[in-house]
């Protein structure tokens, strides 16, 4: 259907950048300096996500320059996220490429990528190490995943982030998920298809700042927790039942103990004790199954994933627009 755009561009690299005015020129180099060297075709679609510091000046002095230069900017900061999904319905390639605008994505590592596309990979994921990271964020960050591990059905792996090559099929099927609470790392795994991955070794950040502080970083982990499965509540209900059987048994013992030594009641701080740590847990499983009520409402609002303050991208316009409808301006 569109297959003859596909051909025309071959490579996309999709960059989400929010307030990166600092690197963005000196990334843009680097990066068309590599794919310049590639021999095949390439665009580059920017997603500037509500930046307030004159990140869309640039991008939009980085499109007039080049045609293979592509921007849509948002109304205010929708998250990366959002940026990603906005950049995967801008790019027309067979290749796509999602990476960071502030260097910590090495440019250079573009080659190899392609080259394992080439082999037939769906999905070539460029691996961190955690070299020059704080000691206690990587503790955290390892003791994360670990917990993952158990809880969620679908694999995710440290240092695997959004730095990765898709190809055109698993785009389309990305671009198929319709949920506005999008965890990409999860639905990243979630599509599957062919996968490969290389570790690369973590380099500082060029210039700028990093957006993503402790508490942010905590809710990110959250949702990615909550949005893939809905073990937690299957974790209440277990707590619930050994919980119930504990107190059955309690139960029992005072009575036979009342039976054979007969009746004194002590214990009231065993009693205060109790009923603190059951409402405790009372509190805290309404607290999952107002976060999964919470998330039912967000999503039944379906509201778009972002809105479009301008674009230069002719292809499609229509912010918040189905996939549907950008195949059908597509192959228009
Ligand atoms: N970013 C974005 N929207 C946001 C936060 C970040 O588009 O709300 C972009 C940012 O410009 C960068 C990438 O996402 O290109 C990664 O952000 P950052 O470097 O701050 O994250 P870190 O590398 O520290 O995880
Ligand atoms: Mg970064």
Not at 11 to 34: G, K, M, Q, R, Y
Not at 138 to 165: C, N
């Amino acid at each position: 259907m569109f297959t003859e755009h596909v051909s025309d561009t071959r490579i996309s690299v999709i960059v989400p950048c929010f307030n990166e005015s600092e690197v963005i020129d000196t990334f843009h180099s680097a990066l068309t300096a590599v794919l310049e060297q590639t021999t095949e075709r390439y665009e580059i679609c920017y997603v500037d996500d509500g930046s307030s510091d004159g990140t869309l000046e640039k991008l939009r002095r980085l499109a007039a320059c080049a045609p293979q230069v592509r921007y849509t900017s948002f109304s205010r900061n929708f998250g990366k996220e959002a940026a990603m999904f906005a950049g995967m319905r801008m790019s027309l390639g067979a290749a796509v490429i999602l990476m960071d605008a502030d260097l910590q994505h090495p440019p250079g590592l573009l080659p190899r990528m392609l080259e394992l596309h080439r082999h037939g990979y769906d999905q070539v994921i460029a691996q961190r190490d955690r070299t020059g990271e704080g000691a206690l964020r990587t503790a955290a960050s390892r003791t994360y995943y670990r917990l993952v591990h158990h809880f969620m059905d679908v694999a995710l792996v440290d240092g695997a982030g959004d730095f990765r090559l898709l190809s055109r099929r698993a785009v389309d099927a990305l671009l198929l998920l319709p949920e506005n609470n999008r965890f990409s790392k999860g639905l990243f795994c979630w599509i599957g298809f062919d996968t490969v991955s290389f570790t690369y070794q973590n380099a500082p950040r060029a210039g700028g700042r990093s957006k993503w502080g402790g508490r942010r970083l905590l809710e990110y982990g959250i949702d990615g927790l909550l949005s893939f499965n809905s073990r937690p509540l299957r974790l209440a209900i277990h707590a619930g039942l050994s919980l119930f059987l504990s107190a059955v048994a309690y139960a029992l013992w005072i009575a036979v103990s009342a039976v054979l030594n007969g009746v004194d009641t002590p214990g009231y701080a065993t009693l205060v004790a109790v009923i603190v740590a059951l409402s405790g847990i009372q509190l805290a499983t309404l607290g999952v199954v107002g976060e999964y009520v919470g998330r039912i409402y967000h999503e039944s609002k379906r509201r778009p994933h972002y809105l479009v303050r301008e674009t230069d991208d002719t292809f499609h316009d229509a912010p918040g627009s189905l996939p549907v409808t950008v195949a059908a301006t597509r192959s228009g």
